[in-house]
């Protein structure tokens, strides 16, 4: 995706989840053991945080095992990591493994996009 297109999806995902804060979320399910967690953790992880799809979507990392009940309407995760995007209680769309880091960012481009698509102007 073009830099001034991707800008824009952004720019229109930050504005669309400006209020409640915590309402857009990417939670990676990982697992004990796991080599593509533990290098998507170096890869991508310390920089996640500060990038506009960060912000758009803070990350809350779980473990697959053990959900915490306010994730339990995810179902059918079985493969480490697994990034979910959700919305108000509700599943926008997953990437299933870690492709590496130029494809994931392309990959999760692609949910913000589907979000900023169905999100109420």
Not at 32 to 44: F, I
Not at 51 to 68: D, I, N
Not at 90 to 107: A, K
């Amino acid at each position: 995706m073009g830099g001034m297109l991707r800008a824009l999806v952004i720019a229109a995902v930050l504005t669309l989840t400006a209020v409640p804060a915590r309402a857009l979320e990417l939670v990676m399910f990982e697992a004990p053991g796991c080599a593509y967690c533990a290098q998507w953790h170096a890869e991508v992880g310390d920089a996640y945080p500060k990038t506009a799809e960060g912000k758009a979507a803070p990350l809350r990392a779980v473990q697959l095992r053990s959900p915490p009940d306010d994730l339990k309407f995810i179902k059918g995760v079985v493969f480490t990591p697994t990034f979910v995007l959700i919305h108000e209680g509700r599943e926008i769309g997953r990437i299933q493994g870690y492709p590496g880091e130029d494809f994931f960012w392309g990959l999760l481009n692609d949910l913000l996009e589907k979000h900023a698509a169905k999100a109420p102007s």
